[in-house]
Protein backbone atom coordinates (compact mmCIF):
# COMPACT_ATOMS: atom_id res chain seq x y z
CA UNK A 1 0.00 0.00 0.00
CA UNK A 2 1.42 3.64 -0.67
CA UNK A 3 1.72 5.38 1.96
CA UNK A 4 1.45 9.33 0.06
CA UNK A 5 0.65 10.04 -3.43
CA UNK A 6 -0.15 13.23 -5.48
CA UNK A 7 -2.49 14.97 -7.82
CA UNK A 8 -2.45 17.06 -10.79
CA UNK A 9 -4.78 18.90 -13.80
CA UNK A 10 -2.54 19.31 -16.70
CA UNK A 11 -3.52 20.17 -20.18
CA UNK A 12 -7.08 22.37 -21.39
CA UNK A 13 -9.35 22.77 -18.05
CA UNK A 14 -12.73 21.18 -17.70
CA UNK A 15 -15.38 21.88 -15.30
CA UNK A 16 -15.15 19.34 -12.69
CA UNK A 17 -11.74 19.03 -12.17
CA UNK A 18 -12.11 20.12 -8.69
CA UNK A 19 -14.29 17.44 -8.39
CA UNK A 20 -11.90 14.81 -9.53
CA UNK A 21 -9.27 16.61 -7.67
CA UNK A 22 -11.45 17.17 -4.61
CA UNK A 23 -12.27 13.42 -4.20
CA UNK A 24 -8.85 12.14 -4.84
CA UNK A 25 -8.12 14.33 -1.78
CA UNK A 26 -10.62 13.57 0.35
CA UNK A 27 -10.90 9.79 -0.44
CA UNK A 28 -6.37 9.24 0.40
CA UNK A 29 -7.64 11.30 3.58
CA UNK A 30 -10.06 9.14 4.42
CA UNK A 31 -8.09 5.81 3.96
CA UNK A 32 -5.27 7.37 6.17
CA UNK A 33 -2.66 8.12 2.83
CA UNK A 34 -1.30 11.52 2.57
CA UNK A 35 -1.31 13.41 -0.50
CA UNK A 36 0.30 16.29 -2.62
CA UNK A 37 -1.51 18.80 -4.81
CA UNK A 38 0.55 19.74 -7.60
CA UNK A 39 0.03 23.49 -9.39
CA UNK A 40 0.29 23.83 -13.06
CA UNK A 41 0.96 20.10 -14.29
CA UNK A 42 3.54 19.33 -15.06
CA UNK A 43 5.14 22.83 -15.00
CA UNK A 44 4.67 22.99 -11.33
CA UNK A 45 6.15 19.52 -10.39
CA UNK A 46 9.66 20.59 -12.90
CA UNK A 47 9.23 23.91 -10.64
CA UNK A 48 8.64 22.39 -7.52
CA UNK A 49 5.16 23.72 -7.06
CA UNK A 50 3.64 21.62 -4.53
CA UNK A 51 2.00 21.44 -1.47
CA UNK A 52 0.62 18.69 1.19
CA UNK A 53 -2.95 18.87 1.35
CA UNK A 54 -5.53 18.53 4.06
CA UNK A 55 -9.10 18.18 3.43
CA UNK A 56 -10.01 21.74 4.34
CA UNK A 57 -7.81 22.49 0.87
CA UNK A 58 -10.55 21.16 -0.73
CA UNK A 59 -13.47 22.95 0.34
CA UNK A 60 -15.69 25.51 -1.31
CA UNK A 61 -14.06 24.39 -5.03
CA UNK A 62 -16.93 21.59 -6.40
CA UNK A 63 -19.26 24.09 -7.26
CA UNK A 64 -16.07 25.94 -9.59
CA UNK A 65 -15.33 25.41 -12.78
CA UNK A 66 -11.69 26.04 -13.99
CA UNK A 67 -9.45 23.95 -11.40
CA UNK A 68 -8.26 25.35 -8.42
CA UNK A 69 -4.25 23.57 -8.83
CA UNK A 70 -4.08 25.63 -12.08
CA UNK A 71 -3.15 23.70 -15.57
CA UNK A 72 -0.29 24.58 -17.84
CA UNK A 73 1.14 22.84 -20.76
CA UNK A 74 4.94 22.48 -20.59
CA UNK A 75 7.66 21.40 -23.37
CA UNK A 76 10.30 20.27 -20.91
CA UNK A 77 8.22 17.38 -20.11
CA UNK A 78 8.16 16.37 -23.63
CA UNK A 79 11.78 15.27 -23.21
CA UNK A 80 12.87 12.22 -21.16
CA UNK A 81 15.56 14.11 -19.02
CA UNK A 82 12.36 16.67 -18.52
CA UNK A 83 10.28 13.50 -17.17
CA UNK A 84 13.18 12.19 -15.03
CA UNK A 85 13.65 15.72 -12.96
CA UNK A 86 9.88 15.12 -12.47
CA UNK A 87 10.16 11.67 -11.17
CA UNK A 88 13.26 13.31 -9.28
CA UNK A 89 10.90 15.77 -7.53
CA UNK A 90 8.47 13.23 -6.40
CA UNK A 91 10.65 10.93 -4.89
CA UNK A 92 12.55 13.73 -2.66
CA UNK A 93 9.41 14.28 -0.80
CA UNK A 94 8.36 10.45 -0.57
CA UNK A 95 5.72 11.03 -3.10
CA UNK A 96 5.25 6.75 -4.26
CA UNK A 97 2.20 7.52 -6.80
CA UNK A 98 0.84 10.27 -9.17
CA UNK A 99 -3.03 10.71 -10.44
CA UNK A 100 -3.10 13.08 -13.66
CA UNK A 101 -6.24 14.84 -14.44
CA UNK A 102 -6.06 15.49 -17.83
CA UNK A 103 -6.62 15.21 -21.73
CA UNK A 104 -4.48 12.80 -24.56
CA UNK A 105 -2.12 15.37 -24.44
CA UNK A 106 -1.55 15.24 -20.47
CA UNK A 107 -1.85 11.07 -20.18
CA UNK A 108 0.46 10.49 -23.16
CA UNK A 109 3.11 12.55 -20.66
CA UNK A 110 2.01 10.29 -17.31
CA UNK A 111 2.36 7.53 -19.48
CA UNK A 112 5.28 8.29 -20.81
CA UNK A 113 6.91 8.84 -16.80
CA UNK A 114 5.57 5.23 -15.89
CA UNK A 115 7.03 3.86 -18.54
CA UNK A 116 10.20 5.81 -17.95
CA UNK A 117 10.54 5.44 -14.17
CA UNK A 118 8.46 2.90 -13.07
CA UNK A 119 6.22 4.91 -10.74
CA UNK A 120 2.35 3.96 -10.43
CA UNK A 121 0.34 6.50 -12.50
CA UNK A 122 -3.63 6.48 -12.42
CA UNK A 123 -4.84 8.99 -14.85
CA UNK A 124 -8.30 10.68 -14.98
CA UNK A 125 -9.45 11.91 -18.71
CA UNK A 126 -10.70 15.44 -18.39
CA UNK A 127 -11.34 17.25 -20.63
CA UNK A 128 -14.90 18.90 -22.89
CA UNK A 129 -13.83 17.66 -26.39
CA UNK A 130 -14.80 13.64 -24.58
CA UNK A 131 -12.52 12.01 -26.74
CA UNK A 132 -10.37 9.81 -24.22
CA UNK A 133 -10.19 6.14 -25.66
CA UNK A 134 -12.47 3.46 -23.77
CA UNK A 135 -14.72 5.91 -22.11
CA UNK A 136 -18.01 7.19 -22.91
CA UNK A 137 -17.44 9.79 -21.01
CA UNK A 138 -14.61 12.51 -19.63
CA UNK A 139 -15.10 15.33 -17.01
CA UNK A 140 -16.24 18.31 -18.17
CA UNK A 141 -18.29 17.40 -21.24
CA UNK A 142 -21.81 18.03 -19.65
CA UNK A 143 -20.94 21.05 -18.61
CA UNK A 144 -19.49 22.25 -22.50
CA UNK A 145 -22.46 20.53 -23.67
CA UNK A 146 -25.03 22.79 -21.46
CA UNK A 147 -23.02 25.65 -22.46
CA UNK A 148 -23.82 25.18 -25.93
CA UNK A 149 -27.49 24.36 -25.71
CA UNK A 150 -28.24 27.68 -23.65
CA UNK A 151 -26.42 29.41 -26.62
CA UNK A 152 -28.33 27.59 -29.22
CA UNK A 153 -31.69 28.22 -27.54
CA UNK A 154 -30.76 32.12 -27.33
CA UNK A 155 -29.76 31.60 -31.19
CA UNK A 156 -32.76 30.22 -32.39
CA UNK A 157 -35.14 32.90 -30.95
CA UNK A 158 -32.93 35.63 -33.05
CA UNK A 159 -32.65 33.43 -36.21
CA UNK A 160 -36.13 32.76 -36.04
CA UNK A 161 -37.42 36.48 -35.85
CA UNK A 162 -34.98 37.00 -38.91
CA UNK A 163 -35.62 34.01 -41.30
CA UNK A 164 -31.83 33.54 -40.95
CA UNK A 165 -29.31 31.31 -41.33
CA UNK A 166 -27.04 30.53 -38.20
CA UNK A 167 -23.82 28.62 -38.30
CA UNK A 168 -22.73 28.08 -34.56
CA UNK A 169 -18.98 27.10 -34.32
CA UNK A 170 -18.09 24.86 -31.34
CA UNK A 171 -14.71 23.10 -29.91
CA UNK A 172 -13.58 20.27 -30.93
CA UNK A 173 -10.43 20.34 -33.04
CA UNK A 174 -9.88 16.26 -33.37
CA UNK A 175 -13.80 15.38 -32.23
CA UNK A 176 -17.16 16.03 -33.12
CA UNK A 177 -18.75 15.05 -29.87
CA UNK A 178 -19.33 18.14 -28.33
CA UNK A 179 -20.89 20.02 -31.62
CA UNK A 180 -23.13 16.56 -32.19
CA UNK A 181 -24.66 16.18 -28.68
CA UNK A 182 -25.57 19.60 -28.61
CA UNK A 183 -26.46 19.75 -32.13
CA UNK A 184 -28.96 16.78 -31.49
CA UNK A 185 -30.34 18.52 -28.19
CA UNK A 186 -30.69 21.77 -29.67
CA UNK A 187 -32.31 20.39 -32.74
CA UNK A 188 -29.68 21.95 -35.63
CA UNK A 189 -30.46 20.90 -38.87
CA UNK A 190 -27.06 20.36 -39.92
CA UNK A 191 -24.07 19.02 -37.77
CA UNK A 192 -20.52 19.57 -39.63
CA UNK A 193 -17.54 17.31 -37.37
CA UNK A 194 -14.48 16.14 -38.66
CA UNK A 195 -15.21 12.77 -38.60
CA UNK A 196 -18.11 12.54 -41.33
CA UNK A 197 -17.43 14.24 -44.81
CA UNK A 198 -19.75 16.99 -46.06
CA UNK A 199 -20.86 18.39 -49.40
CA UNK A 200 -21.26 22.13 -48.81
CA UNK A 201 -22.82 22.49 -52.04
CA UNK A 202 -25.45 19.95 -51.93
CA UNK A 203 -26.05 21.64 -48.15
CA UNK A 204 -26.68 24.95 -49.76
CA UNK A 205 -29.06 23.27 -52.65
CA UNK A 206 -31.32 21.86 -49.62
CA UNK A 207 -31.43 24.87 -47.51
CA UNK A 208 -32.80 27.02 -50.51
CA UNK A 209 -35.23 24.16 -51.42
CA UNK A 210 -36.37 24.40 -47.69
CA UNK A 211 -36.54 28.18 -47.23
CA UNK A 212 -38.90 28.15 -50.34
CA UNK A 213 -40.79 25.78 -48.64
CA UNK A 214 -41.53 27.90 -46.39
CA UNK A 215 -38.58 27.11 -43.63
CA UNK A 216 -38.39 30.22 -41.32
CA UNK A 217 -34.59 29.13 -40.08
CA UNK A 218 -31.34 26.57 -39.97
CA UNK A 219 -29.52 26.06 -37.32
CA UNK A 220 -25.60 24.83 -38.72
CA UNK A 221 -23.47 23.25 -35.81
CA UNK A 222 -19.99 23.16 -36.70
CA UNK A 223 -17.14 21.52 -35.27
CA UNK A 224 -14.12 23.68 -35.23
CA UNK A 225 -11.89 20.71 -36.50
CA UNK A 226 -14.73 20.01 -39.47
CA UNK A 227 -13.76 23.86 -40.77
CA UNK A 228 -14.08 27.51 -40.15
CA UNK A 229 -17.44 28.59 -39.17
CA UNK A 230 -16.89 32.33 -40.48
CA UNK A 231 -15.27 30.47 -44.04
CA UNK A 232 -18.67 28.10 -43.80
CA UNK A 233 -21.21 31.01 -43.52
CA UNK A 234 -19.64 32.96 -45.97
CA UNK A 235 -19.58 30.23 -48.78
CA UNK A 236 -23.55 29.73 -47.33
CA UNK A 237 -24.51 33.30 -48.30
CA UNK A 238 -22.91 33.52 -51.58
CA UNK A 239 -24.39 30.21 -52.75
CA UNK A 240 -27.85 30.69 -50.94
CA UNK A 241 -28.56 34.36 -51.04
CA UNK A 242 -29.43 33.86 -47.50
CA UNK A 243 -28.83 36.12 -44.75
CA UNK A 244 -26.68 33.71 -42.60
CA UNK A 245 -24.62 34.75 -39.31
CA UNK A 246 -21.94 33.39 -37.70
CA UNK A 247 -21.26 33.03 -33.74
CA UNK A 248 -18.06 31.37 -32.49
CA UNK A 249 -18.49 30.27 -28.77
CA UNK A 250 -14.76 30.35 -28.00
CA UNK A 251 -13.59 29.55 -24.36
CA UNK A 252 -16.77 29.84 -22.87
CA UNK A 253 -17.11 26.19 -23.54
CA UNK A 254 -14.60 25.75 -21.07
CA UNK A 255 -15.88 27.46 -18.24
CA UNK A 256 -18.77 27.86 -15.91
CA UNK A 257 -20.07 25.83 -12.89
CA UNK A 258 -20.14 22.10 -13.44
CA UNK A 259 -23.45 20.24 -14.11
CA UNK A 260 -24.44 17.66 -11.68
CA UNK A 261 -23.60 15.05 -13.63
CA UNK A 262 -20.36 16.48 -14.42
CA UNK A 263 -19.69 16.53 -10.48
CA UNK A 264 -20.76 13.47 -9.57
CA UNK A 265 -18.93 11.33 -12.19
CA UNK A 266 -15.80 13.34 -11.68
CA UNK A 267 -16.07 12.77 -7.93
CA UNK A 268 -16.69 8.83 -8.52
CA UNK A 269 -13.41 8.85 -10.71
CA UNK A 270 -11.41 10.20 -7.70
CA UNK A 271 -12.71 8.13 -5.37
CA UNK A 272 -11.23 5.42 -7.81
CA UNK A 273 -8.19 6.88 -8.63
CA UNK A 274 -7.08 7.51 -5.09
CA UNK A 275 -8.10 3.46 -4.04
CA UNK A 276 -6.63 2.52 -7.01
CA UNK A 277 -3.04 4.02 -6.69
CA UNK A 278 -3.09 3.18 -3.26
CA UNK A 279 -3.00 0.21 -3.36
CA UNK A 280 -0.63 -0.21 -5.64
CA UNK A 281 -2.63 -0.21 -8.78
CA UNK A 282 -0.51 1.62 -11.94
CA UNK A 283 -1.16 2.54 -15.75
CA UNK A 284 -5.02 2.80 -15.64
CA UNK A 285 -7.34 5.55 -16.77
CA UNK A 286 -10.94 5.37 -15.14
CA UNK A 287 -13.81 6.37 -17.34
CA UNK A 288 -17.22 5.09 -17.60
CA UNK A 289 -18.76 2.62 -20.19
CA UNK A 290 -22.48 2.23 -20.40
CA UNK A 291 -23.00 4.16 -17.04
CA UNK A 292 -20.42 2.01 -14.98
CA UNK A 293 -16.94 3.07 -13.83
CA UNK A 294 -14.18 0.90 -15.48
CA UNK A 295 -10.49 0.63 -15.79
CA UNK A 296 -8.93 1.07 -19.28
CA UNK A 297 -5.13 0.40 -19.87
CA UNK A 298 -3.33 3.40 -20.15
CA UNK A 299 -1.52 2.69 -23.11
CA UNK A 300 -4.71 1.88 -24.67
CA UNK A 301 -5.92 4.96 -23.78
CA UNK A 302 -3.12 7.04 -25.38
CA UNK A 303 -2.80 5.20 -28.68
CA UNK A 304 -5.86 4.43 -30.01
CA UNK A 305 -8.45 6.92 -31.34
CA UNK A 306 -11.89 7.44 -30.15
CA UNK A 307 -14.18 7.52 -32.81
CA UNK A 308 -17.54 8.98 -32.55
CA UNK A 309 -20.49 6.67 -32.24
CA UNK A 310 -22.14 5.86 -35.61
CA UNK A 311 -25.57 5.64 -33.75
CA UNK A 312 -25.44 9.95 -33.04
CA UNK A 313 -24.03 10.36 -36.64
CA UNK A 314 -27.56 8.26 -37.87
CA UNK A 315 -29.50 10.33 -35.53
CA UNK A 316 -28.13 13.89 -36.63
CA UNK A 317 -29.85 12.97 -39.85
CA UNK A 318 -32.84 11.41 -39.02
CA UNK A 319 -33.84 14.08 -37.25
CA UNK A 320 -32.71 17.28 -39.10
P1 LIG B 1 -4.49 17.87 -23.01
O1 LIG B 1 -3.99 17.08 -21.86
O2 LIG B 1 -5.68 18.69 -22.67
O3 LIG B 1 -4.64 17.00 -24.24
P2 LIG B 1 -2.00 18.91 -24.14
O4 LIG B 1 -2.04 18.03 -25.34
O5 LIG B 1 -1.57 20.32 -24.33
O6 LIG B 1 -3.38 18.96 -23.36
O7 LIG B 1 -1.00 18.23 -23.08
C1 LIG B 1 -0.73 18.81 -21.83
C2 LIG B 1 0.71 18.59 -21.46
O8 LIG B 1 0.99 17.19 -21.41
C3 LIG B 1 1.73 19.14 -22.45
O9 LIG B 1 2.03 20.49 -22.24
C4 LIG B 1 2.95 18.28 -22.16
O10 LIG B 1 3.60 18.74 -21.01
C5 LIG B 1 2.31 16.93 -21.85
N1 LIG B 1 2.30 16.12 -23.09
C6 LIG B 1 1.44 16.19 -24.13
N2 LIG B 1 1.78 15.33 -25.11
C7 LIG B 1 2.90 14.70 -24.68
C8 LIG B 1 3.77 13.70 -25.24
N3 LIG B 1 3.54 13.17 -26.45
N4 LIG B 1 4.84 13.34 -24.52
C9 LIG B 1 5.09 13.85 -23.31
N5 LIG B 1 4.33 14.79 -22.72
C10 LIG B 1 3.24 15.21 -23.39
Redesign the pocket.
Given at each position: MLKSIAVMT???DSPGMNAAARAVVRTALFVGARVWGINN???GLLEEDMFEMQSKNVGDIIQRGGTFLGT???????TPEG?MQGYKNLVDRGIQGLVVI????????AQ?LSQETGIPIVGLP??IDNDVWGSDYTIGCDTAANTIIDAINKLRDTASAHRRVIVLEVMGRNSGWLAMVSGISGGAEYILVPEEEYDLDEICTEMKIAYEAGKRYILVVVAEGAGSGKEIGKAISEKTGLDTRVSILGYVQRGGSPTVIDRVKASQLGEKAALAIISGLSDIVFGFNRGNVVSINLHDAVTNKKKLDPEYIHLAKVLA
Open positions: SGGGYHARCKRWQRGGDGSLRGLGT
